[in-house]
């Protein structure tokens, strides 16, 4: 059951430019989380932002939520090569099982 | 820093053997689970673990099973492999309450002959 979809599928951006990645998803959440995945490694926790925040900052990393419109986004600012990899977000509805549901993620690369 | 333990990073086997993924993590973390992930599907829930011996079924259960014989190594079990289990699988923990993140191992890529 796939409730997080990010746009863009695919982003190629230059270095040092912004990347703004979003996440929609259906049904109420406790908490929306990104993470970032390099080729054929695991994923890698970034950001969780609370279903009560709207705004969350980590180094260059940004993300909104707007619970309203069941929306998130993710910006990385003044990008660097490394920051290619795959990003993707996920939902929790609540629950100490912590089940999330992620999305099919955002393909970023950035070229030197 | 939390570590998840993947037994293999590639594996190779055939159509109709039993294969085991080892998960093993350092953190206490009662929570457990394992993912596969295709392209174009995203990952999908096969099985989580919220304590020893205990299991619940995900969203993609078939042809699986997990055994959670100790807190810090869960297991997937493909009971007879078939091609279209071929994919990479994540293992990943979390802490049980709200508002906690998972940590992923760095997944098993298996390729079923």
């Known amino acids: 059951s796939q409730q997080g979809e990010e746009d863009p599928q695919a982003l190629s951006i230059q270095e040092g430019e912004n990347a703004t990645m979003n996440c929609s998803y259906k049904t109420s959440i406790n908490n929306l989380q990104w993470y970032r995945q390099n080729s054929g490694r695991g994923l890698v926790h970034l950001i969780l932002i609370r279903s009560n925040e709207r705004e969350k900052h980590s180094g260059r990393l940004r993300v909104t939520l707007d619970t309203s419109k069941k929306s998130s986004s993710l910006l990385i600012t003044a990008s660097r090569a490394a920051d290619t990899a795959s990003y993707f977000c996920a939902t929790d509805a609540g629950g100490s099982q912590g089940n999330l549901i992620f999305g099919k993620g955002t393909k970023l690369s950035v070229k030197p | 820093d939390v570590k998840v333990t993947q037994s293999s990073r590639y594996l190779v086997k055939r159509t109709g053997e039993k294969v085991f993924l080892e998960c093993v993590q350092d953190?206490?973390?009662?929570?457990m689970f394992w993912y596969r992930q295709d392209p174009g599907l995203g990952l999908r829930l096969i099985y989580f673990?919220?304590?020893?011996?205990?299991?619940e079924k995900g969203d993609i259960p078939e042809g699986y099973s997990v055994s959670r014989e100790k807190k810090e190594r869960f297991s997937l079990i493909l009971e007879s492999a078939s091609t279209n289990q071929t994919s990479m699988y994540l293992c990943?923990?979390?802490?049980?309450?709200?508002?906690?993140?998972?940590?992923f191992g760095d997944g098993t890529r298996l390729s079923i002959l």
């Open positions: 990943a923990i979390r802490r049980p309450g709200g508002n906690q993140p998972q940590h």
């Open positions: 953190m206490d973390h009662e929570n």
């Open positions: 673990s919220y304590d020893v011996k205990m299991k």
